[in-house]
């Protein structure tokens, strides 16, 4: 005789426990501390920080070790802690022509006031398996640079600005409150502010697919990529009783402007346009792609026809959020008995009724 | 209840209901519009839940928007308490609320449900919160949010009986199982969230106040106590629900919602009613349950 399942309390807390057993693997292995994941896990610390919208090193590691590495979830994790946040102010606009940069390119120019600052980078590593890792070991210390980078290192797009030949900049902050899309639902045409939030937000991947489809000709922009800088910048707020803007912490960003052909419309001349990234500590394949994304969503504004799915902002921006798209999708796991039970009823009433209609019509023919 | 008498029952750390009191009134606002509006999906500020969006979120936050220390809750997923979500859903308000649980319909003041109506008739003063995973009715038709939000606006509804019709037509019936689509006071075309179409009829004039909560994309309706709620048909091709050729193997009613059980895997399988505490009502009392 069937009984109706009971002790699902029980089950979920034994499959809690069972998970922290697992998650803490063989005991015999010295148990990972937050401080190797920040310092050694730097580029996965940065992206959960990124898109789970919340700029904390310490607990970004927490949420990976409890996560099991499981980077969307450990943004999750993060995601849902931030919700419980008082928020006090909104920040100045960050000014990151005054970052203290550690890498800087541009590949529209051979050289650039300032130069091109390679800093860490994959970019020109063969991506050789270094067996010699596998053991402990310290690296071999880098050499100091000759001459110091700069304090102010001018943006490669103000150089194409002044010529004219570059849209010029909307102010950067022009008094209007800026979108918060934490706190308010999507809404549809989006402000750019809103659009970058979102875009900032984003799974890296979904971003990374979307700015390749442009690349592949869904939406194409010319792209080419105007600067990439990555260095730390100054936070700061104006506290109502003060008056006066003080500095509240020092962040890590990456910032990608992006420089695409624009051929002119009936209000505009011919100039380049912008696309515009940035994100939490160093995440150039996030900002870049990002970037792309940005200039192929600003099709409407720029005369172009959307046609491409990264042009279309309702498809990019109801389905960029991987904490909502991890959500709905594995909520598939949930039971669907009763929904299916519906279906079962249907589907097996529609084969009756398509059996007997083939009768009649086998009995016709006759 | 006291405040410290409630300080106490609740998880340290925590506010009551664990959203904070701003977002607990931006919620109550929220549904104040949807049901001033019946069926009007009204946007809100929709918060990252400690739960994961599409398992309940919405229906969370509108239950966490509305629940007192002296409520009790009920919490059922495809008609059970027991359900693995179910059980999570209700320890979280045990947790964060303090509040007292329950498995019977009739001693509930909320109930939050995931895809079934209880059997047990609902009566006044009792509000039912939806869990609600697409909130628009049309986005299986039109999957753009601008042009839906028009098509409600203007209640140009065309597509949706176009597609009833193709149904028709091709298939001789209606083929929409759950998620029916109704219209509630004659005006706002809406998803009643995935329950069995079985369960439509108990929307119309129902007692009590339905709410429902769709978190990932941030929206909230309601169906006021005692609304007009109407199944979407043709007059030539009438709503009907599903019917068993047998009662339920437990209770032997006959005019519940049943679940299909495998029991071998020879093909054998018994039907049993998907509400657990209706048929254990009834094998306690059989007299006394509804559909005698």
Not at chain 1, 231 to 245: C, N
Not at chain 2, 120 to 145: A, C, D, H, W, Y
Not at chain 2, 205 to 220: H, T, W
Request: with cysteine; aromatic share 8%; charged share 25%.
């Amino acid at each position: 005789m069937y009984v109706a399942v009971k002790g699902g309390e029980r089950a979920i807390e034994n499959s809690h426990k069972l998970l922290a057993e697992v998650r803490r693997g063989d005991p015999a292995v010295p148990e990972l501390t937050l401080a190797q994941i920040g310092e050694q896990l730097t580029l996965a610390v940065d992206r959960v920080m990124t898109e789970g919208s919340l700029y904390d090193r310490e607990l970004a590691a927490l949420a990976i070790k409890q996560a099991r590495g499981d980077l969307v979830e450990a943004i999750f994790l993060l995601r849902a802690y931030r919700t419980t946040l008082p928020r006090f102010a909104v920040s100045l606009p960050i000014e990151t022509a005054a970052m203290a940069v550690r890498r800087r390119i541009s590949a529209t120019f051979k050289d650039v006031p300032g130069g091109q600052i390679l800093g860490a980078t994959f970019d020109y590593t063969h991506r050789l398996l270094d067996f010699s890792l596998a053991e402990a070991g310290e690296p071999a210390a880098a050499e100091p640079a000759a001459q110091p980078i700069p304090d102010r290192l001018p943006h490669v797009s103000t150089l194409l600005e002044r010529e004219g030949l570059l849209e010029v900049a909307p102010p950067a902050d022009d008094g209007t409150p800026v979108g918060d899309l934490t706190r308010d639902p999507l809404r549809f045409p989006a402000d750019r502010d809103v659009r970058l939030q979102n875009l900032a937000r984003g799974d890296e991947g979904f971003l990374l697919a979307l700015g390749y489809s442009t690349q592949r000709g869904y939406g194409n922009n010319h792209p080419f990529a105007g600067e990439i800088r990555f260095g730390e910048v100054a936070v700061e707020m104006v506290p109502e009783e003060l008056g006066f803007a003080v500095e509240i912490a020092d962040i890590t960003v990456t910032e990608c402007e992006l420089v695409n052909q624009f051929k002119g419309s009936a209000k505009e001349p011919p100039q380049f346009t912008r696309g515009y990234g940035l994100c939490f500590g160093h995440g150039e394949r996030k900002a870049m792609s990002m970037a792309l994304v940005d200039r192929a969503l600003r099709a409407g504004e720029l005369g172009e026809e959307r046609k491409s799915p990264a042009q279309n902002e309702e498809f990019v921006l109801y389905h960029t959020d991987n904490v909502e798209a991890s959500g709905f999708v594995q909520h598939l796991k949930l039971p669907h008995y009763v929904d299916f039970q519906s279906e079962l009823v249907l589907v097996r009433a529609m084969r009756a009724q398509a059996e007997a209609s083939r009768k009649v019509m086998a009995e016709a023919a006759e | 209840m006291n405040a410290a008498a409630i300080d106490a029952k609740v998880e340290a750390g925590y506010n009551f209901a664990y959203l904070d009191e701003q977002t607990k009134r931006m919620i109550r606002r929220t549904i104040l519009k949807a049901v001033a509006v019946p069926g009007y999906q009204v946007p809100f500020g929709s918060r990252e839940m400690p739960l994961p969006f599409g398992w309940g979120t919405g229906g969370i936050q509108v239950t966490a928007g509305i629940i007192g220390p002296d409520d009790t809750l009920k919490v059922i997923d495809q008609g059970a308490d027991d359900t693995t979500n179910a059980v999570s859903i209700r320890a979280f308000f045990a947790k964060t609320a303090g509040v007292a649980t329950t498995d019977h319909t009739g001693a509930a003041s909320i109930i939050q449900t995931r895809h079934r109506v209880p059997e047990t008739p609902l009566r006044e003063g009792q509000v039912i919160v939806f869990q609600v995973p697409i909130p628009e009715p049309l986005r299986m038709l039109e999957p753009s949010e601008v042009e839906t939000r028009k098509i409600h606006a203007l209640e140009e509804y065309g597509v949706l009986q176009v597609s009833l019709y193709e149904d028709i037509a091709r298939h001789g019936r209606i083929a929409w199982a759950y998620n029916y689509p109704v219209v509630v006071n004659e005006r706002y075309v809406m998803s009643p969230s995935p329950i069995p179409k079985f369960d439509n009829p108990k929307l119309n004039r129902n007692p009590a106040l339905q709410l429902y909560g769709a978190g990932r994309e941030k929206r909230i309706y309601a169906v006021p106590p005692y609304t007009p709620v109407r199944s979407v048909d043709f007059e030539d091709h009438p709503f009907k629900i599903e019917s068993w050729d047998q009662p339920c193997a437990i209770c032997g009613s006959t005019a519940s919602f049943l679940d299909e059980v495998i029991t071998d895997d020879r093909g054998s399988r018994m039907y049993v009613c998907s509400d657990t505490d209706y048929c254990a009502d009834r094998v306690a009392e059989p007299r006394s349950a509804a559909d005698d």
